[in-house]
């Protein structure tokens, strides 16, 4: 049911946004450069790599010796526009649509924190990720990882389709006040380095 429901609602997505997609595509390319995509391996269901798709949202901008800049100077303010309203995830329904993700579920992390989770929280791969989730919609990158863990791992024990349009909703609110979009004194969020 779950993944009926994923497939019918991001193909649906993506029919409807195709134009509005189209102008994000040209907007990008001009402001942000090519290319206009952010791929990056991630892990999916049981920690399996998947390629997900976002919108890029900062600039390939490097020091005098060829590294690239810390993210804070290369996030412009139409990148940050892009995540504060959410608009850079939207490619990700090409992800749900092939199976990868789901629409809702944990946010998939990096490869690099598979080794850092402790028992429990390596419990949030046990479903698919998700474009948004319950850590989401309570708190996003402004509360810290151990609770988003937590809040992940209550997902998956009591996951239904009802929570899911829950938290559908509760999100679309959350984008429109634009809440929780860093953690505090950073640009993104921190890097989760493991449990202390």
Known sequence: MKRLFD???????LILLALPLL????LIRRKLGSPVFFRQVRPGLHGQP??????????DARGPDGVL????????????FLRSTSLDELPELWNVL?????????RPLLMEYLPLYSPEQARRHAVRPGVTGWA?????NAISWEDKFKLDVWYVDHQSLWLDIKILWLTVKKVLVREGISAAGEA?????????
């Open 7 to 13: 497939f019918t609602a991001a193909a649906l997505g």
């Open 23 to 26: 102008v994000l595509i040209l």
């Open 50 to 59: 998947f390629e997900m798709v976002k919108f890029r949202t900062m600039t």
């Open 69 to 80: 800049l810390p993210d804070a100077q290369r996030l412009t303010p139409f990148g940050r």
């Open 98 to 106: 092939k199976g990868d993700m789901s629409l809702v579920g944990p």
């Open 136 to 140: 989401q919609v309570n708190g996003r």
């Open 188 to 196: 993104t969020m921190g890097k989760f380095t493991g449990s202390h």
